[in-house]
């Protein structure tokens, strides 16, 4: 089932059809399909650590209360929240800027391995021999996630898009583009 909510896909920012975007080697006459994210479902380890660092960091001064005096525990506060907020920023970075985003002409994936590095792969149609879904396990099921591999032809970088909402509608999206292109 093709997901068009786009009220839906907002809310989760991570299956977008046809967004209103522009990226760095956007072409005049490609119009943009979808845009993928990884499933925010996926997110959640980070989050729920985050959460927790929080807290052990509001029971820190207790403990140390005795140990040390005011200005010691506020910098070590401070420096604890500092911390937590450095990993909070630097992995919804990572989640934000590392997209998949499929055109009536390639297919583009934009990999953010840390904040000064940046990989961009693109696999134009008519280079596409293959396309394989690879979703396993009890909560990629329940939540309908999985990875997308696209194969090009001959020594062409490959296409990898992990964990991405709705991977068999975002296979059907793209067939169908192949479909036309090849005039099927």
Same mark, same amino acid.
């Given at each position: /089932?093709?997901?068009?909510?786009?009220?839906?896909?907002?809310?989760?920012?991570?299956?977008?059809?046809?967004?209103?975007? =522009?990226?760095?080697?956007?072409?005049?006459?490609? !119009?943009?399909?979808?845009?993928? #994210?990884?499933?925010?479902?996926?997110?959640?380890?980070?989050?729920? =650590?985050? *959460?927790?660092?929080?807290?052990?960091?509001?029971?820190?001064?207790?403990?140390?209360?005795?140990?040390?005096?005011?200005?010691?525990?506020?910098?070590?506060?401070?420096?604890?929240?500092?911390? *937590?907020?450095?990993?909070?920023? +630097? =992995? +919804?970075?990572?989640?934000?800027?590392?997209?998949?985003?499929?055109?009536? !002409? #390639?297919?583009? %994936?934009?990999?953010?391995?840390?904040?000064?590095?940046?990989?961009?792969?693109? @696999?134009?149609?008519?280079?596409?021999?293959?396309?394989?879904? !690879?979703?396993?396990?009890? +909560?990629? @099921? /329940?939540? %309908?996630?999985?990875?997308?591999?696209?194969?090009?032809?001959?020594?062409? @970088?490959?296409?990898?898009?992990? %964990?991405?909402?709705?991977?068999?509608?975002?296979?059907?999206?793209?067939? !169908?583009?192949?479909?036309?292109? =090849?005039?099927?």
């Amino acid at each position: /089932m093709e997901n068009n909510n786009n009220s839906v896909n907002r809310a989760f920012f991570s299956y977008l059809t046809h967004p209103k975007i =522009n990226f760095e080697t956007h072409e005049p006459t490609e !119009k943009i399909l979808l845009l993928l #994210r990884a499933h925010p479902f996926t997110q959640l380890y980070w989050i729920i =650590n985050s *959460i927790i660092f929080f807290i052990i960091s509001i029971f820190i001064p207790t403990i140390l209360g005795s140990f040390l005096n005011f200005t010691q525990t506020l910098f070590i506060n401070f420096f604890a929240f500092v911390a *937590i907020l450095s990993y909070i920023l +630097f =992995n +919804f970075i990572n989640w934000y800027f590392n997209v998949g985003i499929i055109t009536n !002409k #390639r297919i583009i %994936d934009i990999d953010f391995t840390n904040i000064l590095y940046k990989e961009i792969t693109v @696999a134009r149609l008519d280079k596409i021999q293959d396309l394989t879904v !690879k979703s396993g396990g009890y +909560f990629e @099921a /329940m939540f %309908d996630f999985g990875t997308i591999f696209v194969q090009t032809a001959g020594s062409d @970088a490959n296409v990898e898009f992990n %964990d991405v909402p709705y991977p068999s509608d975002v296979v059907q999206i793209v067939n !169908k583009l192949l479909s036309r292109k =090849n005039g099927n």
